[in-house]
């Protein structure tokens, strides 16, 4: 429960509101390592702390990478963060993306405004050499063109993997689709038995895109998606994050479609 | 080459509907290339055709005083554009322009408009298509509305801190 001292190494505005931090261990040769779809406990003294998702790559063991949007307290804490400066960190935390059921399957991505970079992590795990997935379709909605997170990045990952984008707002010069970004699922063709689907984003749209998807007869095992809900120990001790049976920080936060449709779908919980 | 019946039959608009009606509707079809950039209709014409998007993306899009065009929506292989032609008094309510070549299906709306007060049936059955169209499309703009990926939702909705930040 006692947090390691990091410094920010870089520091990346995203866009404004939104930065990426590139922290590192105070020691010569840390081996930092996590599961793609994990989480830090970030600790801005005097603040606070609050988990963020990996959105680093998995092969490089010298830094964490995390991508914050400002929004509280303590958010606007680590955005005032410069190269040098410390932060506690604890974690990882979570079970993550299940990288190993994507063997020999169509991997669909669908990633909502801050929600992919939960998902970088297992884009680069899908385009290292070591990846068995036969095909990987990466769908990212955002709200507009200049709230696009990674953009340098989707252009290189454009060569790699088939990258559908669409903003909810076209700003001038924008001209690629525009719409809900579950409006991209309608017209993939998939093989439900050979494919699986990772998504995350606000939940609304994690909905609609579940919808999609079933309409296509993708199998309920084969959908995994991220939550977020109140998270303070991210051991599964404090109970701030029980949905349903589950608690977040621990059973999750990635989870199986599967596992919790049932509680899934209702507003009270 | 495929028979505009078969077009038809492929096209996700027309899926289930029985042979017969698929083969009083390629009556009223042809097959329509168009290039980038090209404008498929113009807000105010009169709506006479609508067509069905085999491949390629369309812009819906609305001219702005002093702003230009502004994209509201796009469209894509097994979309559909335009249902003007069923409604009085027929005129295209947005302008519809190509971002890419365009292959279409282009139904001719009198032609059909004839053949469903002919035929109530397919005109019932052609309804409750578009009727499904409209819903979706309705759901896809109140999504859009709702500004989920935007910074003002999350700073109302999270501002307690301590949440998950990464996933809004």
Redesign the interface.
């Known amino acids: 429960m006692i947090p390691d001292i990091f410094y920010v190494q870089r520091r990346i505005e995203e866009y404004p509101g939104t930065f990426t931090l590139h922290i590192k261990k105070k020691e010569a040769h840390p081996r930092l390592s996590f599961q793609p779809g994990q989480f830090n406990m970030l600790y801005a003294f005097g603040a606070g702390e609050v988990p963020i998702s990996m959105s680093g790559s998995v092969y490089n063991t010298s830094v964490y990478i995390h991508t914050i949007r400002t929004l509280g307290q303590v958010t606007q804490a680590l955005e005032q963060l410069r190269e040098g400066d410390q932060l506690g960190v604890r974690g990882p935390f979570g079970k993550g993306w299940p990288v190993g059921k994507t063997a020999g399957k169509t991997v669909l991505l669908i990633a909502g405004g801050l929600g992919l970079a939960p998902l970088r992590p297992l884009v680069y795990s899908l385009l290292d050499k070591n990846s068995a997935a036969t095909d990987v379709r990466l769908f990212y909605g955002a709200k507009s063109q200049p709230e696009m997170l990674y953009s340098v990045e989707l252009k290189h990952w454009e060569q790699q993997l088939t990258l559908q984008t669409s903003v909810d707002m076209a700003t001038p010069g924008w001209q690629s689709n525009v719409g809900a970004v579950t409006h991209l699922l309608t017209a993939t063709k998939i093989d439900p038995e050979n494919s699986i689907a990772f998504i995350c984003g606000p939940e609304i749209m994690m909905r609609f895109a579940i919808q999609e998807l079933i309409k296509k007869n993708l199998p309920r095992a084969s959908i995994y998606l991220s939550m977020e809900r109140n998270m303070k120990c991210a051991i599964g001790h404090c109970g701030h994050c029980q949905w349903g049976p589950a608690f977040i920080c621990k059973d999750g936060p990635v989870f199986c479609y599967q596992e919790i449709y049932p509680w899934f779908h209702r507003q009270e919980v | 080459m495929k028979t505009i019946e078969a077009l038809l039959h492929d096209h996700p608009f027309f899926a289930g509907m029985n042979d017969e009606y698929i083969r009083l509707i390629a009556g009223c079809a042809v097959n329509h290339v168009f290039n980038p950039q090209e404008y498929i209709a113009r807000e105010n014409d009169p709506a006479d055709y609508f067509y069905l998007i085999r491949n390629g993306?369309v812009?819906i899009e609305i001219s702005q005083p002093n702003y230009?065009a502004?994209?509201?929506?796009?469209l894509?292989?097994?979309?559909i554009c335009g249902w003007s032609w069923l409604f009085p008094p027929h005129r295209w309510t947005f302008d519809a322009k190509t971002?890419t070549q365009v292959q279409t299906l282009k139904l001719d709306g009198r032609c059909l408009r004839t053949k469903c007060a002919n035929d109530t049936n397919l005109g019932f059955d052609l309804m409750q298509r578009f009727a499904r169209i409209m819903t979706e499309r309705l759901?896809?703009t109140r999504?859009?509305l709702?500004?989920?990926?935007?910074?003002s939702?999350?700073?109302k909705n999270?501002?307690?801190?301590?949440?998950?930040?990464?996933?809004?």
Do not use: C, M, W
């Not at chain 2, 894509?76 to 979309?79: K, M, P, S």
């Not at chain 2, 709702?146 to 910074?151: E, N, R, T």
């Open positions: 993306r812009s230009g502004v994209i509201l929506q796009t894509q292989d097994g979309d971002q759901q896809a999504l859009q709702l500004d989920v990926y935007g910074y939702q999350n700073k999270h501002e307690t801190q301590n949440k998950k930040d990464q996933n809004p």
